[in-house]
């Protein structure tokens, strides 16, 4: 039976999922109850023509930091570009920029206003953060997710990229902030073979959620 969220916060436990990935419906994305499903290891994912849904998909996307594939032409640019990095100093336009990109295979966003405005609520929080790539003062690319000290876990949410291989930087400095600061996981959410690509593998959802208790 699928749960139907009311105005309380709470949620069904994420391994009470369908067989989609779908923990519960309805509710509302307040900073709350945004955070709190982050931390039971479940997130929201939606249309704008559909009810809010929460996912906790099994299997689940991760990527063990040190398990970041550095293609040699990564390297390469990464020792010689001339892009600028920075850490939440523009918050509010990498996630519009996230919105605006066309994906292959999708019509229009999920990153609908409502969901803009509680992950820009979550980052006044502390609790949202962004990397930024700069060409001079352009901003070329860049990635946005929810930061869980807490649990040693960074849950990313979305990137975008105007010029080659930005959101690869981009990627490239979140995995060396995440080594920084012992981070155990990056979680990706859902497979794509770009995050194969870098790395990135699928793990049992049971074993994602043994990392958030």
């Known amino acids: 039976m699928m749960h139907v969220l009311d105005h309380t916060h709470w949620f069904p436990e994420a391994d009470t999922a369908d067989h989609n990935g779908i923990v519960a419906l309805g509710g509302d994305l307040s900073p ?25 998909p099994d299997p689940r996307m991760v990527l063990f930091p040190k398990e970041f594939k550095l293609s040699k032409s990564l390297k390469k640019t990464l020792r010689t570009t001339s892009y600028k990095v920075t ?27 409502q969901m803009k405005q509680t992950y820009l609520e979550l980052h006044g929080q502390n609790s949202a953060m962004s990397i930024e790539i700069w060409d001079a003062d352009i901003l070329v690319g ?23 291989d930005a959101s690869k930087i981009a990627f490239a400095h979140l995995v060396a902030w995440s080594i920084s600061q012992n981070y155990t996981l990056i979680d990706c959410q859902v497979y794509t073979n770009h995050l194969e690509s870098l790395g990135a593998r699928e793990i049992d959802r049971a074993l994602f959620l043994s990392y958030l208790t």
């Open 32 to 56: 709350k109850r945004v955070l709190l499903a982050y931390k039971q290891g479940i997130f929201p994912w939606f249309s704008e023509d559909e009810p809010i849904l929460w996912w906790s």
């Open 87 to 113: 850490f939440n100093t523009a918050f509010g336009a990498v996630i519009d920029a996230c919105a605006q990109v066309q994906r292959e295979g999708q019509q229009g966003t999920w990153i609908s206003q």
């Open 142 to 164: 860049g990635l946005y997710g929810i930061d869980l000290p807490g649990k040693k876990l960074f849950s990313g949410e979305s990137m975008f990229s105007i010029k080659t």
